[in-house]
């Protein structure tokens, strides 16, 4: 059973008993990554490579992980995340905090004289883009210094607290459009952060949204030259539920990003059809309502869809720990009756 090999890896690593945590990823040399399902027979000829990557699939805070190999795991994959530009943190000060920890978990105290400028480097991404103040890495050192004596596994720690503050935690995207050097995750999140003064969160029923349009920002900001963002409507399914995306700017030019967010305990059922993912919900007013949102392929829909639901049964339903349910569904626990089951349970696909 493919679930038999996740585990003896996750028991090599010594995170066995908090394997559920974690999954195995796809990667192939074009095209978006997908999780394997590991309700379906293994094929290895469907395996780009025939290689997995083992990765974070359900994120928790640090102080819900048991056991220090699960942190160390999780430190490794919000690292990367943070380095590729998926993780996008908006407070400068705070990005130079993360490269600290990293450089400590990494490299130890550092030494003044000779600091550890190529971590510094490489964590370049991490934070706002663009010029950086002529004293960024001189405050980038007085933080690695202020941490002197922290243990490695301690300041991964620090990390990932940090990181479970952000709004995009956890969160998986899908774009309707192929991820490309302009419409991709960092620069959606740079975007939102970029505007977030301007964002809104209509409330809309019935929606069908043509994910295949692309917008752009063609409103200029202070310096002129506006954000130059070029971006497709995505889905975020993160712990509290799913978020639409879909940035667009108004008649008069002005920015203006339109943000969607359906918690978990509004959702009544989700399914993809053909290119579509379809979710029925319940407004703020008590009033049914429906969203189609049109991705690039039959396999995104259903991507999503799985993402949803997964994640749905991961972080609400009673099979999970309480502890984790009490973190992201404060207001209703929701339970897994039969009759949620049409849209909890995980279809059989690729």
Not at 111 to 137: A, L, R
Request: some cysteine.
């Amino acid at each position: 059973m493919q679930c038999e090999k996740q585990l003896i890896v996750c028991e090599k690593l010594e995170i066995g008993v908090e394997s559920d945590y974690f999954g195995l990823r796809v990667c192939p040399a074009s095209g978006p990554s997908r999780w394997l399902n590991l309700r379906n027979p293994l094929d290895p000829h469907r395996i780009p490579g025939r290689r997995l990557d083992l990765r974070v699939k359900f994120w928790v805070p640090p102080h819900l992980l048991i056991n220090e190999p699960t942190r160390h795991q999780f430190y490794l994959h919000a690292k990367l995340d943070l380095i590729e530009g998926r993780l996008v943190v908006a407070d400068q000060e705070v990005a130079r905090k993360i490269i600290a920890y990293i450089a400590q978990a990494e490299t130890g105290d550092c030494d003044v004289d000779v600091p550890p400028t190529h971590i510094y480097e490489e964590c370049d991404k991490i934070g706002p883009q663009g010029e950086k103040p002529e004293d960024h890495m001189e405050k980038i050192i007085d933080n690695h210094c202020e941490i002197a004596g922290m243990r490695a596994s301690q300041a991964e720690y620090r990390l990932l607290k940090e990181i479970s503050k952000l709004e995009s935690f956890g969160e998986e995207l899908f774009f309707c459009k192929p991820v490309t050097q302009t419409n991709n995750a960092h620069n959606l999140y740079s975007h939102l952060l970029y505007h977030a003064q301007q964002v809104e969160e209509p409330t809309r029923e019935d929606v069908d949204i043509d994910g295949s349009g692309t917008v752009g920002c063609l409103a200029t900001g202070q310096s002129g030259a506006g954000c130059g963002c070029r971006l497709s409507t995505s889905v975020g399914v993160g712990p509290h539920g799913i978020v639409v995306y879909r940035p667009a700017c108004n008649g008069d030019q002005d920015i203006g990003v339109e943000k969607q967010s359906i918690m978990y305990t509004a959702i009544h059922r989700a399914q993809p059809l053909r290119r579509n993912f379809q979710l029925t919900y319940v407004t703020g007013e008590g009033h049914e309502a429906t969203l189609h949102v049109k991705m690039a392929t039959s396999g995104q829909a259903g991507a999503v869809y799985r993402a949803v639901t997964e994640r749905h049964a991961f972080y609400c339903c009673e099979t999970v720990r309480s502890d984790v349910t009490e973190q992201f569904i404060r207001d209703l626990k929701l339970i897994c009756t039969p009759a949620a089951a049409k849209y909890v349970g995980i279809r059989r696909s690729a």
